[in-house]
């Protein structure tokens, strides 16, 4: 079995290969090329934490894995990730673990890139400027795939402790000079949104963290934060705006997202209104983009199909460069 931690990730695998990977992932699980059963979620009795368990199979791809992640969202008051787990690959044909690679930072790649497939699908193409809601372990992913995706002149990042989001703004001019974008702090949702056309929201809220009446028409949004019922942090008045919605996996968002409950529940949105699967857009069998006037939302819950075609990709390069430790 080959160990990788995020180091070793690192050294060899970069979030332009994750977004292709990922693109593929969608692809398959829209053409019914991999299992994905929906996601076990384990919550603590004081509500604080998740554990979350993830399968995924592809015959054609010869790929077989399971995440594990913990999810305790206080743990950034204790100076500790949010987010913590594991990927185990398995070999199809024997069912041996072959690899086990950091799942803290597959799921930072993977949801990254899941952004950044939907903008270079969704976009319109001549965008200026972007927006990032949330400085969490998901935003400085979140960020560069957005700058992958389309070339931005400026990007307005807001955060809920705004020295804390001027702190992430520093390191990420300096992390992210090579794309020529001048990334700004700002203290309040809506600035960051005004005139956005690229705008990713990524927290844990509980409720909308901005007003869906300032994103201007032809934006691009990416919901990514709310993976719980209770979690709501994007405006049911973005989603009554939008002309076309679509997901990761409809199936997996109305299982979970309460950005998407809530306001079906109160009948603020129809399903009718929903548009369907990225991968659709992919492979062809869905239309995306059509005018630079529309407001398209799309939102990820992350799924499995997701991990086993990065983890499949990053294990295949690892023993072709030697990287990663072998183990038993």
Do not use: H
Request: hydrophobic share 40%; glycine share 10%; with cysteine.
């Amino acid at each position: 079995m080959l160990l990788l931690s995020r180091e070793d990730i690192q050294e060899f695998f970069t979030l332009k290969e994750t977004m292709r990977a990922v693109e593929k992932a969608f692809r398959l699980f829209s053409e019914g090329k991999v299992e994905v059963p929906l996601r076990t979620q384990i919550g603590t009795e004081n509500g604080k934490g998740t554990f979350i368990y993830m399968p995924a199979y592809c015959g054609e791809e010869s790929a077989s894995s399971i995440k594990i992640l913990g999810m305790f969202p206080e743990n950034s008051q204790k100076g500790l990730p949010t987010i913590n787990g594991q990927v185990l690959v398995l070999d199809n044909e024997t069912g041996a673990i072959t690899g086990m690679l950091d799942g803290t930072y597959i799921t930072e790649l993977r949801t990254g890139a899941a952004s950044g497939v939907a903008f270079e699908q969704l976009a319109k193409k001549d965008c200026r400027k972007g927006a990032l809601i949330g400085t969490g372990a998901q935003a400085a992913a979140q960020l560069e795939a957005m700058l992958i995706a389309r070339s931005l002149e400026e990007v307005q990042v807001a955060g809920r402790n705004f020295e804390k989001t001027k702190q992430f703004v520093t390191d990420m001019n300096q992390k992210l000079s090579n794309y020529g974008v001048q990334i700004v702090a700002v203290e309040e949702a809506n600035e960051a949104i005004t005139d956005a056309d690229l705008i990713i929201v990524a927290t844990t809220a509980t409720s909308p963290v901005f007003d869906g009446e300032l994103v201007k028409a032809g934006a691009t949004i990416s919901g990514v934060g709310s993976y719980q019922p209770q979690m709501q942090e994007i405006p049911a008045s973005l989603l009554v705006r939008s002309q076309k919605i679509y997901f990761d996996s409809e199936e997996a968002v109305l299982s979970e997202s309460g950005d998407l409950l809530i306001p079906l529940a109160d009948q603020t949105i129809t399903k009718e209104q929903f548009t369907g699967d990225i991968g659709e857009v992919i492979n062809g069998t869905l239309v995306g983009r059509e005018n630079d006037q529309e407001i398209i939302f799309f939102k990820s819950v992350g799924i499995a199909a997701q991990d086993v075609i990065t983890a499949k990709m990053i294990l295949e390069q690892a023993k072709i460069k030697a990287k990663g430790l072998e183990w038993g």
